[in-house]
């Protein structure tokens, strides 16, 4: 994982949203990292760690699946998405040549 440069870019059901390492962000409550669906923008704290980031781009990445469809209870539930992102991020790492 080290030497894979961080995504600029990430395709969410067919909608292409420009990722940015950025300081801080005033978006709601931003702690690592949210997804503003206006802009089709990722933006994530450029201070935390790279394993921390791409977790944390996996987390926006989830909510803006469950977005596209229509699941906005589950998209709610931030246990569920942490999971998610957590259990994702952990398979891919695990085969990196998955795709
Ligand atoms: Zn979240």
Excluded: W
């Excluded at 030497?3 to 600029?8: A, G, T």
């Excluded at 997804?35 to 977790?55: C, F, G, L, M």
């Amino acid at each position: 994982m080290k030497n894979k440069s961080f995504p600029v870019a990430v395709n969410i059901c067919g909608l292409a949203y420009k990722v940015e390492r950025v300081p801080y962000k005033t978006v709601d409550a931003f702690t690592s990292a949210t997804i503003v669906h206006e802009e089709q923008k990722i933006y994530v704290n450029e201070a935390i760690s790279d394993e921390k980031a791409r977790i944390a781009l996996l987390h926006e990445s989830i909510h803006g699946i469950l977005s596209n469809g229509c699941f906005e209870r589950e998209n709610q539930d931030e246990i569920l998405v942490q999971h998610l992102a957590n259990g994702l991020y952990q398979f891919l790492k695990s085969c990196p040549d998955f795709i």
